[in-house]
C-alpha cells in the first residue's frame, strides 16, 4: 500500500477551489493516493458560535481573501469570480458534499469536485441549483439520476453527518484540510507541505 493523504474540503470554501484543481496532478507526481473527505463547516463554526464564515465576520479578513483569490486564481490559470451578490457566500454546499459521498463510492468523487468549484467560483454558479449539480454529476462521468436519488437516502445522509463529526472530533477549523495520520495541514498553501509529509512517511 502507498502513502495516503485524506483531502478534507468543503464546497463552500474558496481555497478548497484551488487545491480541488491541483491535487491530483500534485499527487500523482509524488505518488500519494488522496482520499477525498467532503464535510461541512457550519456546524464547527456554529460550535465556535459564528453564524457565518469568519471571512464575513471579520470584513478586513475577508477583503484580504478575495483579493488573495485573484492572484492566487490567475498564478495557476484557473478563472476567478466573486458572488454577484451581497449574501451569496458562502454558498449551500450540503446537496454537493451528499452527491460527492455518492461520487466518491461510484468512483467519479475525484472527477466531481473540481466540477463543482469550478461551476462556483470560475463561473459564478449556484451549487444548491440541482441543475448546476447534475451537469457536474454527468460530466463526472455519473449517473445524474441515480447520484440524486442515493444522495437523498437515510444512508448518505447519516454518513454526511458522521463526516462532519470525524472532522471536529480530530480537531479540524478550516477548509481545505489535509490529514496524514495524525498530522493536520492546513491551508491551500499547505498542499505541498501535506503530500511530501505523506510520501516520507510511507518510507520510513
Known amino acids: 500500500m502507498g502513502p495516503k493523504l485524506e483531502f478534507w474540503h468543503e464546497f463552500a470554501s474558496t481555497y478548497s477551489y484551488l487545491s480541488a484543481a491541483r491535487i491530483g496532478e500534485l499527487a500523482a507526481a509524488t505518488g500519494v493516493e488522496i482520499v477525498w473527505r467532503p464535510f461541512l463547516l457550519g456546524p464547527i463554526f456554529a460550535a465556535q458560535g459564528w453564524e457565518t464564515s469568519p471571512f464575513n465576520i471579520y470584513p478586513n479578513k475577508g477583503r484580504y481573501m478575495w483579493r488573495d483569490m485573484e492572484r492566487r486564481a490567475?498564478?495557476?490559470?484557473?478563472p476567478f469570480q466573486r458572488p454577484a451578490e451581497e449574501g451569496l457566500?458562502?454558498?449551500?454546499?450540503?446537496?454537493a458534499a451528499r452527491l460527492m459521498l455518492v461520487?466518491?463510492?461510484?468512483?467519479?468523487?475525484?472527477?466531481?469536485?473540481?466540477?463543482?468549484?469550478?461551476?462556483?467560483?470560475?463561473?459564478?454558479?449556484?451549487?444548491?441549483?440541482d441543475a448546476v449539480l447534475r451537469k457536474c454529476a454527468f460530466d463526472a462521468g455519473g449517473?445524474?439520476?441515480a447520484a440524486f436519488r442515493e444522495a437523498g437516502t437515510d444512508r448518505i445522509k447519516q454518513k454526511m453527518r458522521a463526516q462532519t463529526e470525524i472532522a471536529a472530533a480530530r480537531g479540524l477549523f478550516g477548509a481545505p484540510s489535509f490529514v496524514v495520520g495524525d498530522e493536520v495541514f492546513w491551508g491551500d498553501d499547505r498542499l505541498e507541505d501535506a503530500l511530501t509529509w505523506a510520501a516520507r512517511s510511507a518510507s520510513a
Not at 74 to 78: E, S
Not at 103 to 129: C, E, K, M, N, T
Open 89 to 95: 457566500f458562502p454558498q449551500n454546499g450540503l446537496k
Open 143 to 145: 449517473d445524474a439520476d
Open 103 to 129: 461520487g466518491v463510492d461510484q468512483g467519479w468523487g475525484a472527477a466531481f469536485a473540481p466540477l463543482v468549484y469550478r461551476a462556483q467560483f470560475g463561473d459564478g454558479r449556484l451549487i444548491s441549483d
Open 74 to 78: 490567475g498564478a495557476l490559470g484557473l
